[in-house]
RNA sequence: CGGGGCGUAGCGCAGCCCGGUAGCGCGCCUGCUUUGGGAGCAGGAUGUCGGAGGUUCAAAUCCUCUCGCCCCGACCA
């Protein structure tokens, strides 16, 4: 293509509105702009780039037995009232309505509507296992869209659902996928790592996130250097303490904190290590207010507490449900001697602390050396914490990190989830019933993309890997002399023979304005032009990413650009 | 949803406090010169000052309402 002929307006300034570097670097090489809050034009250079990371994964898709469909982006209600999404998804999902007042939503995700067509299609397990996907944009009504492609209110995602006899095949077909995100995200270029994960709105029993790693990211990793385990924090287990405090108990007394409510307020007037203090929060789910005991330097990990509880969400209670439960203000809860009967919770390290600091259920005191069982009774132990950078890993294969990543891909392994909800049965081999076992497999292509971006980029601008690049080579000529113009042409053409994807920059522009657009645009080969290399019989070729430039005769460009491509080590 | 910030030319911004002809840089158009890392000179075009209402002789500027966008936070007691 030619730069001439392709609407690629690059920004010399960094734009105001965008703050993360794939952001920025998209708007100011002409490959994005914005719509709306959240929602975005692809242009042809972020198109071609999307378009890349689509063909790596229907080719993969397509390898692992996957076949490719469309479904509808708009999806009647009656189907996700079925499920109980309609109302469960809350107000991320896009409503509307159709003239005649029927509700419609935007397609978050495709469950319900590929399960509606399995159940009506598919009758037989003579048909599965069968796995379906398609590309397509998705909607989702962010409470905080942002970072341009990496949080959308639209975006496109590669979404492919599995159905399978039993639970078995539904593994089978698991692994399938697994296997092939492994290869996407290798063949993008990118440095990720698979994490277990939890199942969040969408459900079900197994899951593993693929995250690239950068610091950008806005999901935590949890990993051990040396092992094998990984996951995403919201997931990560701690396993409990496997030594007590030898401390001998002391007498409980109570102490006055005026006005000490937080756990620096309280250690510091205290002059105690926030490990002593446990700190009394107070829960909400749908039926009861509970409490949970965290020990000072833990935080609550509220994704662990609601599945142990077995509800969709839990919220901490307001200061007025802390005051009728408590009989203090926010800041001074404790589990002794509690006014209401609640039910406490525990993190397992609570059980291997003694001589607690906690809040006295009275306002500006709290109690030292409270202990378990001596003081206040616990109902339940359980995990109930974040990972934290130096926890011991729940497979016992060395200490835990902490790493930013973010999320390009997720699997779930759904089970009947869906099946049984929306009655998606198919006859065995006895001729029985049975429900459909599923599982769901999503990546965002243009989330992909951003992420790429993040991880591959220096000052001067994005630094493609080739497979996702939007052109392979971007050619340079630096004069309008006859020469350079004549070689430029013939290079092009004989790159293009060759399959090779080139940009050729026609402009009439100074080298140092094609310099630094290539270098923004970052392809990962630039072919230069001028009149002095020529003379010498040679034309220059720059590896983008070490910046090694080769001088070389025109006659061994297409030679050498090939088995840069192609070859084995593209990390020219 | 809460807090903060911002909407003025294609982009980045000044002007607003203290009302009085709407500016700067880059970009864009024309011409000449230039041509290996964002050229020089000369000439030129470009604005419902986010929108609506109000105050005033007069509003980008003051007041009210509204829309949009960005950032942070969304409860760790």
Redesign the pocket.
């Given at each position: 293509m030619r730069t001439t002929q392709m609407l690629i307006p690059?920004?010399?300034?960094?734009?105001?509105?965008a703050?993360t570097v794939s952001h920025r670097l998209m708007l100011r090489a002409g490959m994005i702009r914005?719509v709306?809050?959240?929602v975005y034009t692809y242009l042809p250079l972020g198109l071609r780039v999307i378009r890349k990371v689509e063909g790596i994964v229907r080719e993969e898709m397509n390898r692992a037995g996957a076949q490719e469909l469309l479904m509808p982006i708009a999806s009647p209600a009656e189907l996700w009232r079925e499920t109980g999404r309609w109302d469960f998804y809350g107000k991320e999902l896009f409503r509307f309505k159709d003239r005649h007042e029927r509700d419609f939503c935007l397609g978050p995700t495709h469950e319900e509507v590929i399960t509606d067509l399995i159940r009506r299609e598919v009758r037989s397990y003579r048909h599965l296992p069968l796995n379906c996907y398609q590309i397509q944009t998705k909607f989702r009504d962010e409470?905080?869209?942002?970072?341009g492609l990496m949080r959308g209110r639209e975006f496109i995602m590669k979404d492919a659902y599995s159905f399978d006899k039993d639970e078995a095949g539904a593994q089978l077909s698991y692994q399938k996928m697994y296997d092939a995100y492994q290869r996407i995200f290798t063949r993008c270029g990118l440095t990720f790592r698979a994490v277990e994960a939890d199942t969040g709105l969408i459900g079900g029993d197994v899951s593993h996130e693929f995250m690239v790693l950068a610091e950008t990211g806005e999901a935590t990793v949890v990993y051990t250097d040396h092992g094998t385990y990984a996951a995403n924090l919201e997931r990560a287990e701690v396993p409990p303490p496997t030594e007590s405090d030898p401390a001998p108990l002391q007498p409980i007394k109570a102490v006055s904190t005026p006005n000490k409510?937080?756990?620096e307020e309280?250690t510091s007037f205290l002059n105690i290590s926030p490990r002593q203090l446990v700190?009394?929060?107070?829960y909400k789910t749908g039926q009861e207010v509970l409490v949970v005991l965290?020990r000072?330097d833990h935080?609550?990990n509220?994704v662990k507490l609601a599945r142990l509880l077995g509800v969709n969400e839990v919220?901490?209670?307001s200061?007025l449900d802390?005051q009728v439960t408590t009989n203090a203000p926010?800041?001074f809860?404790g589990p002794v001697d509690l006014k209401t009967k609640v039910r406490v919770l525990a993190d397992h390290a609570i059980k291997a602390t003694r001589n607690m600091v906690v809040?006295a259920n009275q306002p500006d005191a709290h109690l030292v050396n409270a202990n378990l069982d001596r003081d206040f009774k616990v109902d339940q132990f359980a995990d109930l914490r974040n990972a934290q950078a130096g926890d011991p890993s729940p497979r016992g294969d060395g200490r835990l990190t902490l790493a930013k990543g973010i999320e390009v891909g997720q699997v779930f392994l759904l089970g009947t989830k869906y099946s049984k909800k929306m009655n998606a049965t198919i006859l065995d081999a006895q001729g029985q019933e049975r429900l459909a076992v599923m599982g769901c497999y999503g990546i965002g292509v243009s989330r992909t993309a951003a992420a790429a971006i993040e991880q591959n980029h220096d000052a001067?601008g994005i630094i493609w890997p080739v497979p996702i690049a939007p052109f392979h080579v971007h050619l340079l000529p630096?004069?309008?002399s006859t020469a350079v113009q004549e070689q430029a042409a013939h290079l092009y053409d004989q790159l293009g023979r060759a399959g090779i994807e080139v940009l050729w920059d026609d402009r009439d522009e100074?080298?140092?304005?094609k310099?630094?657009?290539a270098?923004?645009i970052g392809a990962p080969f630039h072919l230069?032009i001028?009149?002095?290399?020529l003379a010498q019989g040679h034309v220059?070729l720059?590896t983008r990413k070490t910046g090694t430039v080769s001088k070389l005769p025109p006659s061994e460009v297409v030679g050498t650009v090939s088995s840069w491509i192609n070859g084995p080590s593209t990390g020219h």
């Open positions: 690059t920004l010399r300034d960094d734009p105001g509105e703050e914005k709306a809050a959240g409470i905080r869209p942002r970072f409510r937080t756990v309280v700190k009394t929060l107070l965290i000072g935080e609550v509220e919220t901490l209670a200061p802390v926010v800041g809860a809040g001067k630096l004069s309008q100074r080298a140092g304005v310099f630094n657009d270098d923004l230069v001028g009149d002095k290399g220059e720059k």
